[in-house]
């Protein structure tokens, strides 16, 4: 099954924008391997929107010989030498987001193309469609099914930003993988984007935007959530927003793994300081994204500032998130009554890395403001 858990990877948008190139991609897939991300599991190397050089009198697009010399094969050669997984970006309608030549009508011979290159993964975005629902599930079957006919797997991630509930449908147009909403910016609030519109906050995209729509995650198909912002410290090349915390990236991170999302990096994976690598390499916070049963967790109680979030994992164990949207520290209870268990669970600290003994009627945490702290519960005897 392609994508039986949330397909994690690096994504070149939220740091480079426009400014994507072939050194870029090479650099970030070898830091995969030197920092220790490929270890921890991710996978996918993603170029997203501006490589484009034209289409050919062939039919064919072709990258910018400026910035991607060599062409396209090279850079996914390169980075399935280091055996990691290449992914790419095109759009459903004539024209990518950025303006650039896209796939509507020409959906056959660009899955071809892709194919050929050795792409893993499209990301397949919306901008200048026709945009009704109609429209939406006709050009990502059609986009699927070329992608299937070429024999090679491809996941297809599904990008029209939740506006016609993908949730409801884009598992059987052949996606693996369905945004739920507009863009994020790189700050815990809503954003104003340069192009005029709206760059939704961690804290609105984690909390409130989710809501309602776990039953529609599973293994094989998952709602995505929006890349990551985690290490981008307001320095992005395309996407608004001043940064944010080391404590609100932890929780951005904490957040998107309980709601079982894709894990896209997006800052300069070359460069990361040492909490951003923290924070995206902890195993204990990926295991929970991860876990095979794959269940998306939701919100079991609210305390003030204060939200408890639970996600059912494999072998009856828990993960409990336990989250300040507040700008005070807070000491918040997760009691067993909300999370609608009892008995005797072993606690462990997932941002610690310490066990914490056994409860058996609630646990609590002390929150810095916008903090987080994440459990996994595991029943006892
Ligand atoms: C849309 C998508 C973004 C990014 C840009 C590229 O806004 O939602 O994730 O791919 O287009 O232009």
């Known amino acids: 099954m392609l994508a039986a858990t949330p397909p994690m990877g690096w994504n070149s948008w939220n740091m480079f924008g426009a400014a994507v190139d072939a050194r870029i991609v090479q650099e970030a897939a070898e830091a995969f391997v030197k920092t220790g991300l490929k270890d921890a599991g ?4 993603v170029v997203d929107d501006h490589w484009h050089g ?3 009198a062939d039919g064919r697009l072709f990258p910018d010989p400026q910035k991607f010399p060599d062409g396209m094969k090279a850079v996914a050669d390169h980075v399935h030498s280091l055996g990691l997984k290449f992914g790419i970006y095109s759009d459903a309608g004539p024209l990518t987001c ?3 030549p896209a796939s509507q009508d020409n959906e056959e011979i660009d899955a071809r193309t892709f194919a050929e290159w050795g792409v893993d993964f499209l990301k397949y975005d919306w901008c200048h ?6 429209n939406a599930e006709y050009r990502y079957s059609r986009m699927s099914a070329a992608l299937r006919a070429t024999g090679r797997e491809i996941v297809l991630s599904i990008c029209e930003w939740g506006h016609h509930r993908p949730w409801l449908w884009g598992a059987k147009a052949g996606g693996q993988l369905w945004r739920t909403t507009g863009d994020i910016g790189d700050s815990w609030y809503n954003v104003i984007a340069g192009w005029g519109g709206v760059l939704y906050g961690i804290d609105s995209i984690g909390f409130d935007q989710q809501r309602g729509l776990e039953a529609f995650a599973g293994p094989g198909g998952w709602n995505d959530t929006d890349m990551l912002v985690v290490g981008l410290r307001g320095r992005s090349k395309e996407i608004a927003g001043a940064g944010c915390t080391d404590s609100e990236y932890r ?3 904490s957040l998107w793994c309980m709601l079982a999302a894709p894990l896209m990096i997006g800052c300069d994976v070359r460069s990361m300081d040492a909490a951003t690598r923290e924070i995206l390499t902890n195993a204990e916070a990926i295991a929970v994204d991860q876990d095979p049963l794959g269940r998306q967790g939701s919100r079991a109680s609210r ?3 204060g939200e408890v979030w639970v996600k ?10 336990l989250f300040n949207r507040g700008d005070k520290r807070l000491a918040l209870p997760a009691a067993w009554s909300d999370l609608e268990i009892g008995g005797r669970y072993r606690v462990r600290d997932l941002w610690a890395h310490t066990d914490l003994g056994v409860f058996d009627w609630a646990v609590r945490a002390e929150l810095e403001p916008h903090g987080c702290a994440l459990f996994r519960l595991t029943p006892e005897g």
Do not use: I, W
């Open 42 to 45: 991710y996978q996918y190397v």
């Open 303 to 305: 305390n003030g500032m």
């Open 312 to 321: 059912p994992m494999a072998g009856g164990q828990l993960a409990v998130g």
């Open 98 to 100: 950025g303006g650039r």
């Open 54 to 56: 034209g289409r050919g």
């Open 251 to 253: 929780t951005h991170f």
């Open 129 to 134: 469609a026709e945009d009704t629902r109609a």
